[in-house]
Each structure stands twice: as C-alpha cells, then as structure tokens.
C-alpha cells in the first residue's frame, strides 16, 4: 500500500470498517433503497425509518471496499435524528470534503474522507451509501447506481 492510501485509509475508516456502526436490517424501516457502485463493485442497502421528517432511526448493509463501507455507517451516525434537509445538508458537506478536500469548518468524522478527493475513482464509493439513504428519504426505492447518477 503507498502511503498516500494509508493517508486516505485513516484511523475513522478503518474504524467504522472494522466495527460498522447500525449494520444489518432495520425491521421498523419504512424506506429502503439500494446502491451499486460498478466501477468498484460496491453496494449497499440504507434502510430507513422516517417519522414525519424525521430520521428516527437507520441502518444499512451491503458489501464492498473500505471507503464505501465506512463511510455508509459513518453516515448513518450522522443522519440519525435528523431531518431530511438537514441530512441533506450533510450530504452537500460531505460531498463538498470528497469532492476537494476541504476540511469541515468544525471538527466533524466527516472530515476523516477529506483524503478521498486525491483518488476521483473512489468519491464513487464514498458518496454510495449517502445517495442511497437520500433515495430512500424521497421515498425512491428504484435501485441506484451512480453510473447513472452524478457524483
Ligand atoms: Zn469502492
């Protein structure tokens, strides 16, 4: 592994990796939708329980690289409780750290992918599980994938 992967495999996600956070089914969800990342043959299930606009509770599964494994259950701790917009407004954040590597103004895990930006093939895997759990908010459980889908 050079070391500009072990820069980008930093101690959050090998963590979330390594003990998933809100892993598995969630048998109260009332939304669920899937993500496929071909390009690295990633995927993964959000399943989500929504009560008025609000996020009451969220899991997911699904099998793949480090990046996009981690960073669905670290999704799922940031979202949890939320509402919709304001898990959007996550997501735009997140995206924003991947996509440029800019780190989060305030001290947030988000920030532990500000890494992934230096590899453009794995904003793909990082983003999955985020626009899988989005889906689901808008109640579209039509499977993704983000070869149709931007980034
Ligand atoms: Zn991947």
Request: net charge negative; glycine share 8%.
């Amino acid at each position: 592994m050079s070391s500009d992967l072990s820069d980008l495999y930093q101690q959050v996600i090998l963590d979330h990796n390594k003990r998933p956070r809100n892993r598995g089914k969630l048998p109260t969800a009332n939304r669920v939708a899937h993500g496929d990342n071909p390009s690295c043959g990633d995927q993964c299930n959000v399943y989500l329980r929504l009560e008025g606009d609000k996020i009451a509770d969220i899991s997911f599964d699904g099998s793949g690289c480090a990046i996009s494994q981690a960073s669905a259950s670290l999704m799922t701790t940031q979202v949890k409780g939320k509402t919709a917009a304001e898990a959007e407004a996550l997501f735009k954040q997140f995206h924003e750290i991947v996509t440029t590597g800019k780190e989060p103004e305030e001290i947030s895990d988000l920030g532990a992918f500000a890494g992934v930006h230096l590899f453009p093939a794995r904003i793909k895997c990082a983003t999955l599980g985020w626009h899988a759990a989005l889906n689901a908010l808008h109640g579209d459980a039509a499977p993704l994938t983000t070869e149709s889908h931007l980034d």
